[in-house]
């Protein structure tokens, strides 16, 4: 089975400070990761994805994301935040098994709060 | 490139009506899926298909159907509108390898009352 734990539903940072998003994730198999954004009323949006080549991997806008095999996570980093960044974030885990990639496993997500 | 086009945008319906939500996307992509994301709830996957004439059930299937007769096209069938189907559904698609990200539609708001 595989499952995926946004550890923080709600962070709110100051602008120019830096962000943090925590996922942890499990996994029977070397799963793909993905980091969406999803702004208001709006559809989601590929931010960044690992897939087994460099652990550490950088996206869009500014962010990246570091893969830990040995802490199951893949935590989401910007160093430093803009007013543009305030959005809801999902942690995606996508199985490693050719029986199971039709399905992927979404985090509760997280929503993302900046301040002047 | 469009990607992947839903229709419509928002739609109010009352109890017991039905209706499709249609889903097109032009990537060539085998894999398609069907969302629905209450607030606070995450994204629970409705009904997926692999491949053309091949669909399965997801987390949240009850009160749904779907049929997939080309690769292009996924529609979403409500056949008995419930007040707990208000939700913001969302397609989406990819290629059939682990790697593949998936592409998201812009999404359809529904209103049951």
């Known amino acids: 089975a595989q499952s995926v734990t946004q550890l923080d539903s709600h962070v709110s940072v100051s602008e120019g400070t830096p962000v943090l998003l925590r996922c942890n994730y499990s996994?029977?198999?070397?799963?793909?990761l993905f980091w969406y954004v999803q702004h208001p009323n709006k559809g989601l949006q590929l931010l960044l994805k690992?897939?087994?080549?460099?652990?550490l991997v950088k996206g869009i806008n500014g962010f990246e994301a570091e893969f830990k095999k040995s802490e199951t996570s893949f935590h989401l980093t910007k160093p430093s935040a803009h007013m543009s960044d305030a959005a809801e974030y999902f942690c995606?885990?996508?199985?490693?098994?050719?029986?199971?990639?039709?399905?992927?496993?979404f985090g509760a997500g997280t929503q993302v709060v900046v301040t002047p | 490139n469009a990607g992947v086009t839903q229709t419509p945008k928002f739609r109010i319906l009352k109890i017991g009506q039905s209706m499709t939500l249609q889903c097109t996307q032009d990537?060539?992509?085998?894999?398609m899926y069907w969302y629905r994301q209450d607030p606070g709830m995450g994204l629970k996957l409705i009904y997926y298909?692999?491949?053309?004439?091949?669909?399965d059930k997801g987390e949240v299937p009850n009160g749904y159907n779907v049929s997939r007769s080309t690769t292009e096209d996924f529609p979403l069938r409500l056949e008995l509108a419930a007040p707990s189907q208000t939700s913001v559904y969302f397609c989406?698609?990819?290629?059939?390898?682990?790697?593949?990200?998936?592409?998201f539609g812009n999404g359809t708001r529904l209103t049951v009352t």
């Open positions: 989406a698609s990819s290629y059939e390898n682990r790697d593949s990200p998936l592409h």
């Open positions: 996994s029977s198999y070397s799963p793909s």
């Open positions: 690992y897939t087994s080549a460099a652990t």
């Open positions: 995606v885990v996508r199985r490693g098994t050719t029986d199971s990639w039709g399905k992927l496993q």
């Open positions: 990537m060539n992509h085998n894999y």
């Open positions: 298909s692999v491949g053309a004439g091949i669909t």
